[in-house]
């Protein structure tokens, strides 16, 4: 017996989040129906259009934000003069997590993979050089993801950056290697912070 249309495409609009596969997409859908109230539905419709209208990435960094700036790039108490480099927001929000780091960041939006067609064009870098040039950067610090293109992305920035008289480090390695640094502890995510090396 097929689904009615209507849950099906439900079905299919949650299998579109990542990690969720058909049997769980299944279930949230039912879960949506049976257990949700129609206000607790609107609430939730109401989040997701609110979400897409406000956040927008920051101009200076492009980290997700609802301001015209970012809170951390809008934070004068922060250290300008280091730049730690991310794949993502999701890695923003758990180093922030950690409590460790204090200055600024630069979200490259993904990271160098030939295969999959992005290369350098596809990422923020164009106002990383950009703020690299103002010259009130001493640090940059790398901290892609433990991963095949998160190191191909470190390598090309470290090529690129070492005609610059800036200090280029690499976090260490407390994150395991293969992994993600939205799924580190934040423990690891310090640690791996300390004990960055020169790149």
């Keep these: ?27 949230y859908a039912m879960h949506t129906l049976t257990r949700l109230t129609k206000q607790d539905v609107d609430q939730f419709s109401e989040a997701l259009v609110q979400a897409i ?7 200076v960094c492009h980290h997700l934000t609802d301001l015209e700036q970012c809170e951390i790039c809008a934070d004068t108490h ?5 730049i730690m480099i991310v794949e993502n927001s999701k890695d923003v929000f758990s180093i922030e997590k950690s409590g460790t780091y204090k200055g600024k960041y630069h979200v ?11 290369g350098p064009d596809e990422l923020n870098l164009s106002t990383l050089w950009q703020r690299v040039a103002e010259g009130e950067v001493k640090e940059v610090i790398l901290a892609t993801s433990a991963t095949q ?21 690499r976090i260490g390695y407390g994150v395991p290697v293969g992994a993600n640094l939205e799924y580190a502890d934040d423990q690891t995510l310090s640690k791996a912070i300390e004990n960055r090396r020169v790149f």
């Design 108 to 118: 490259l939006g993904g990271a160098l993979s030939p295969i999959q067609g992005v």
């Design 53 to 59: 209208s406000a956040i927008k990435p920051c101009p």
């Design 149 to 169: 293109e998160g190191e191909t992305t470190a390598l090309y920035l470290k090529r690129v950056l070492s005609s610059t008289d800036l200090l280029v480090t």
């Design 78 to 82: 922060r250290d300008s003069s280091r």
């Design 1 to 27: 017996m097929q689904y009615p249309k209507s849950l099906e495409a439900l079905i299919e609009a949650f299998a579109r989040y990542p990690g969720v596969g058909r049997k769980t997409a299944e279930r």
